[in-house]
């Protein structure tokens, strides 16, 4: 069993060398995973800087007294994986950003595709983003991940063609492609951006535009998958193919 991810915003120690974990991290350490002395954990900030620790103490319900180890950073990998989301109805956004997370995709762009049923609005899309934000923190946690992915703030079709424009390699999910992406020619580094439309399907127009950006459309099989689990097997696809699965 691996050691469980908490997240910090610095790797302070005290006098004493001891490093203190509190707050809802803290009360999550000691009151839910009940960690004790002598038990390992890992802390992270979520931008690739981690260090071992093991526990010293746990005092109260949310005060958990740790001896650090070496802070070292994890590299960013290599191609990065974007994934263009088109926002689904319901809670399905939030199980594409944790299952895109657990794969180890690297960045997530909700796009407002005209397809898209939902519309994140005023107070409506703030609260839905912060909900994909901390759906990725929790998830990148979960599946004891050091970098967790970036979800970007929601874009327009023109700022997914601008993102696709700048890729390595940019390719649109959509049963028309005549190729399939798992034997599209890769690159070795650069960024990756693959977008995933709505469940109406991306529209001719959104099609052309991206087209005129650069983006092929790809297949990826005969089934037609649902936008909250496309995203996730096309990034399952690509980790294996590009070496970062290995």
Known sequence: MTAPVFVVEHFDTGADGHCVLTGPEGRHAVSVKRLRPGEGVVLTDGAGRWADAEVVAAEGKDRLVLRLGEVVEEPAQAPRITVVQ?????????????????????????????????????????????????????????????????????????????????????????????????????????????????????????????ARAGAKAYRLGRSVLRTSTAGTAAAALLMGRTGRWS
């Open 86 to 210: 088109a926002l689904p109805k319901g809670d399905r956004g939030e199980l594409a950003v944790e299952t895109m997370t657990e794969v180890g995709v690297d960045a997530i762009v909700p796009w407002t595709a005209s397809r898209c049923v939902t519309q994140w609005k005023g107070e409506r899309g703030l609260k839905a983003l912060g909900k994909w934000r901390a759906t990725a923190r929790e998830a990148g946690k979960q599946s004891r991940r050091v970098r967790f992915p970036d979800v970007a703030d929601a874009a327009t079709t023109a700022q997914v063609a601008a993102l696709l424009a700048d890729a390595a390699f940019a390719a649109v999910l959509h049963e028309s492609g005549d190729a399939p992406l798992a034997t599209a020619e890769l690159p070795a580094s650069g960024d990756i951006v693959l977008v995933v439309g709505p469940e109406g399907g991306v529209s001719p127009e959104e099609l052309a535009v991206f």
